[in-house]
């Protein structure tokens, strides 16, 4: 037995220190394997099914390698959770002094520079942001981490917190007057010098991203990284190592510039009028996009006389501008910054415009704020496997959902990995006696106009047999509209919808409410944890297929054809089997939870694919009749 599967065990330090831990096989066995790989090297993808304890799992044989560890999360409150709940547990119970440190991005930290020369200006401009102003100068006298969720009494959403923090492009670095202060600093310092690491994917392929061009800081040192929520990696890393530019870089390039300009003293003639200019021009590129929120390829954008016309207006306005920025780039650092940002906004928008078709594929998102332009390699497997490919490293991949059914490719291949160990463990929760899979009978083609009707017509016995203490989780924003105006009136209980409020503030509101009702599409499908009765439903409208007529995946499917294979089905329906299962593991969450998850898109019996999901679901009584629903929640009702 390994040293982790001890500690882990019946009679190991955590079961001693831990109220209510309980040893767990599946767990141990976990730590065990994590163990050989973390001392070792090599890559192991774990699917671990909730309640299995995998976070302990990793932390254990983690905290006591005497290695330099990263444990990288999907969120930053789950790095929270694990840094200030989950570690400490563990630590103590071990009585290990390991150093652990947090490192978020440089967003989530206090700038003391542009908090002294922007804050003030801008309250003093725009009253609505006065206060906040006011309240942070008081915290930055008091803070040790100058972390920003600290400050608790002020909204995410806030418009104080872009002006107070910093970018890639607007840090100083040494140069800075506040660089002795600076929280960011300091937190990387922390991070360089821990034993332990706790990041985020984003903050894991940024620091990648640098490594690549010689500057990253946190992988070099390490000897061993786990990924937590690993399923989100393929699509942050295609964020990653492609090239994105939006309109707010241009708009916050031409307000520094301004301000500058301002704060100079004797404006620089002809500054203000390129400024515009520049601005003028990208909003001829937003209008070319349509008047709607829209996403589309590239492609579509250079059939249009107008977009290429603004696209030329836009390279003039900007050499314009480089042109007199060189000219006074010594009267001041922020003037000399602000000549190197135009120049990388003009080489990316020229990269992504131009950018191979047969390699990479570039779209744009519109919305009423702006626009993104955007390119990704078709393939992010073989970029990032060589990273993979070190024997003496050891990688880690967990998650409740990598897998389809007992096979690993599909998650393999998009992450480039070039030889892996793997395993899952089912979740040890008695679904077969606390849950029903409801798959209601006579349900139309989701495809055809009739769907939207019979999904209510479906739902609403089912929430009213529950008593609200729903999720009912859409695969479109389309959808959820189209519910929320009938169940308004067909409902009966409190309905909660997303964008309605901010995700965290709609949770707590839905735990502390009685029969509560809650609509969401994707954030909620996955890293929502709702315990007790207060969720005893989960009702999914449609198989989540993504969309073809999203220019990355129709173009991510036509890559996977020209390798000879069912672009269908080996690209959409896995990645639509692991989303499904994510939605599905919002039902039950404990070991006394009890639950109904009805799935009302008919090809779950009608199509062959439809054995791949329900295979991939837990092992759930099927029901067909509402009567059976009624039964299971009158028999809670009796019971509690």
Known sequence: MSKSSEILGADGPLADS???????????????????????????????????????????????????????????????????????????????????????????????????????????????????????????ATTASGEIAELGVISEESRIWPLVTSTPDNCLGGNCEFFKDCFVAKARKEALEADVLVINHHLFFADLMLREDGFGQLLPGAQAVIFDEAHQLPDIATNFLGLALTSAQFQTLGDEVNEENIAQGSPVSGLRNEVDALGTSVKKLRLVMGSRNQRGPVEELEKNPEWRSALEDTGVSLDALIETLDAVADMSEVFGQCLDRAGEIKERLIEITERDRDTHVRWYDATTRGFRLQSAPLDIGSELGKHFDNEAMGWVFTSATLAVGDDFDHFAGLMGLPRYESARWDSPFAYEKNALLYLPEGMPDPRSDSYDEALIEAVVPVLESSRGRAFVLFTSYRALRAARSVLEKRLKFELLVQGDAPRNELLERFRSGNDVVLLGTSSFWEGVDVRGEALSCVIIDKLPFESVQDPLVRARMTHVETTGRNPFMHYQVPRAVMTLKQGAGRLIRDEDDRGVLMICDPRLTSKGYGRQFLKNLPPMPVVRDIDRVRSHFLQDESAS
């Open 18 to 140: 831990m109220p209510g831990f309980r040893p767990r096989e599946a767990q141990q066995e976990m730590a065990a394997h994590i163990e050989t790989i973390v001392n070792d090297g090599g890559v192991f993808v774990a699917e671990s099914g909730t309640g299995t304890g995998k976070t302990f799992a990793y932390l254990v044989p983690a905290l006591m390698s005497g290695k330099r560890v990263i444990v990288s999360t999907g969120t930053r409150h789950l790095q929270d959770q694990l840094f200030h709940r989950d570690v400490p547990a563990v630590m103590t119970a071990l009585g290990t002094d390991s150093t652990v440190a947090l490192l978020k991005g440089r967003s989530n930290y206090l700038c003391l520079q542009r908090l002294d020369t922007r804050a003030e200006a801008m309250a003093a401009r725009d009253e609505t942001v006065a206060n906040d102003v006011a309240i942070v100068q008081e915290w930055s």
